[in-house]
């Protein structure tokens, strides 16, 4: 069995009468990118406060690298880094003292592992200068490396993307990626953007209403984007193909530019050996559009039907 480095079991948070989240069973393993993506107040925050130690859960059990969040609060600790809402800076102190204040809060961090996290996101240029001048992804970068201090098999991130120009999403992105599969660090990230989670993470867990909808992995939710295909399709006889194709149950539409056909991924090897078998020649099919992850996304969260 792989590592289990997070596992929460039906972890429930109420806040005077009212339930923000509930139900929430995830288990994340080494070296892995799990995205946590939801809509604002789908309950990211509330779920990543408990994981990390920074609230009480109310039921359930979070367990770090086996500690029980509850019962061993302190082996759990040692097991996360963390960033929640904004990393802890000093502005006027330079990134360098920054952290070797922070390494104060642990036992056992070297200055050699100061140098070495700086190395490992990219500030060593600017680690001398204060903190005031960074841009917003070196501060981010200096949050990190801060997390990452005392070694931990989890890195924790709540949306760490917010205000990131695209350039700042990219190196973000492949810092995690980097760390993720040279040192073996599990990284559960939040974000309300499914896009940046498609290129991020190795899978995704969906929040709404407090709710974990769907774990997927990032191939499996694309699959899900391409459930049915639009083809265009140019023959010999577009008319005798769309005959074809329509008698055997696919929906079509014949039109100048081509025949257009919307068929599941699985039976296009079968609306080819339909055409080929009826004599039509096949020049060319191509995709003209896909529904979009953006839908997928849209109606896995949207207003739930059944009342909870
Ligand atoms: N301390 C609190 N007291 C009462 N309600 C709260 C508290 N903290 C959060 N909530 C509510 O819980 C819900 C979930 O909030 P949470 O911050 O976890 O969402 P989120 O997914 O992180 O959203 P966002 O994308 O906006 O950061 C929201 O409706 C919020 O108003
Ligand atoms: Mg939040």
């Known amino acids: 069995m792989a590592d289990s480095?997070?596992?929460?079991?039906?972890?429930?948070?109420?806040?005077?009468?009212?339930?923000?989240?509930?139900?929430?069973?995830?288990?994340?393993?080494?070296?892995?990118?799990?995205?946590?993506?939801?809509?604002?107040?789908?309950?990211?925050?509330?779920?990543?406060?408990?994981?990390?130690?920074?609230?009480?859960?109310?039921?359930?059990?979070?367990?770090?690298?086996?500690?029980?969040?509850?019962?061993?609060?302190?082996?759990?600790?040692?097991?996360?880094?963390?960033?929640?809402?904004?990393?802890?800076?000093?502005?006027?102190?330079?990134?360098?003292?920054?952290?070797?204040?922070?390494?104060?809060?642990?036992?056992?961090?070297?200055?050699?592992?100061?140098?070495?996290?700086?190395?490992?996101?990219?500030?060593?240029?600017?680690?001398?200068?204060?903190?005031?001048?960074?841009?917003?992804?070196?501060?981010?970068?200096?949050?990190?490396?801060?997390?990452?201090?005392?070694?931990?098999?989890?890195?924790?991130?709540?949306?760490?993307?917010?205000?990131?120009?695209?350039?700042?999403?990219?190196e973000m992105r492949e810092l995690l990626r980097d760390l993720a599969e040279k040192t073996g660090l599990t990284v559960f990230v939040s974000s309300h953007i499914l896009a940046e989670m498609q290129q991020m993470c190795d899978r995704v867990g969906i929040i709404n209403k407090g709710r974990l909808i769907t774990v997927k992995t990032v191939g499996e939710l694309v699959g899900m984007a391409e459930e049915k295909t639009a083809l265009q399709l140019e023959t010999d006889d577009n008319s005798k193909a769309n005959s074809i194709l329509r008698e055997k149950g696919f929906s079509c539409e014949l039109l100048a530019d081509g025949l257009h056909v919307a068929a599941e991924r699985e039976s296009i090897p079968v609306l080819v050996r339909e055409l080929t078998l009826g004599g039509v020649g096949l020049y060319a099919m191509d995709r003209s559009n896909s529904r979009s992850l953006e839908d997928v996304f849209m109606k896995l969260t949207e207003p739930a039907k059944e009342g909870k």
Request: aromatic share 6%; glycine share 10%; charged share 25%.
């Open 5 to 170: 480095v997070l596992k929460t079991e039906s972890v429930k948070k109420v806040i005077g009468k009212r339930t923000i989240v509930s139900d929430i069973s995830l288990e994340l393993y080494r070296g892995e990118i799990f995205g946590f993506l939801g809509p604002n107040g789908a309950g990211k925050t509330t779920t990543i406060k408990m994981i990390v130690g920074l609230s009480k859960i109310t039921e359930g059990r979070i367990y770090v690298g086996g500690c029980s969040v509850r019962e061993d609060f302190k082996g759990a600790m040692k097991n996360i880094g963390c960033i929640v809402e904004n990393p802890d800076l000093y502005k006027y102190m330079s990134g360098l003292d920054n952290l070797r204040l922070f390494a104060k809060m642990y036992p056992g961090v070297s200055e050699e592992r100061i140098r070495e996290v700086v190395k490992i996101v990219d500030l060593e240029h600017a680690i001398n200068d204060k903190v005031k001048t960074y841009s917003l992804g070196m501060k981010q970068r200096l949050g990190i490396a801060q997390a990452l201090l005392h070694s931990p098999k989890l890195l924790v991130l709540d949306e760490p993307t917010n205000g990131l120009d695209p350039a700042g999403i990219k």
